[in-house]
């Protein structure tokens, strides 16, 4: 068995995957992504309150891949 991420316990590909060889790597934490502000809130007084969002994400990967991490399903 080959030491990529399609055999890799901690790799997992989603049923609704538009592309079928990619999947994320579950082995830590999702890991930030990016943030932004989404809008505004605009109060009576008319102060303007921002509001921030952040992502968190797992890895996208490959099935070919592979790391130092993998493991046997």
């Given at each position: 068995?080959?030491?990529?991420?399609?055999?890799?316990?901690?790799?997992?590909?989603?049923?609704?995957?538009?592309?079928?060889?990619?999947?994320?790597?579950?082995?830590y934490?999702?890991?930030p992504?990016?943030?932004?502000?989404?809008?505004?809130?605009?109060?009576?007084?008319?102060?303007i309150?921002?509001?921030?969002?952040?992502?968190?994400?797992?890895?996208?990967?490959?099935?070919?891949?592979?790391?130092?991490?993998?493991?046997?399903?």
């Amino acid at each position: 068995m080959k030491e990529q991420c399609e055999n890799c316990r901690f790799w997992k590909r989603p049923e609704a995957q538009a592309e079928k060889d990619a999947g994320n790597c579950r082995r830590y934490a999702p890991r930030p992504w990016g943030s932004g502000y989404v809008g505004v809130d605009i109060h009576e007084d008319e102060s303007i309150e921002r509001k921030l969002y952040s992502i968190a994400m797992w890895p996208t990967t490959y099935g070919h891949e592979w790391c130092g991490d993998w493991q046997k399903k």
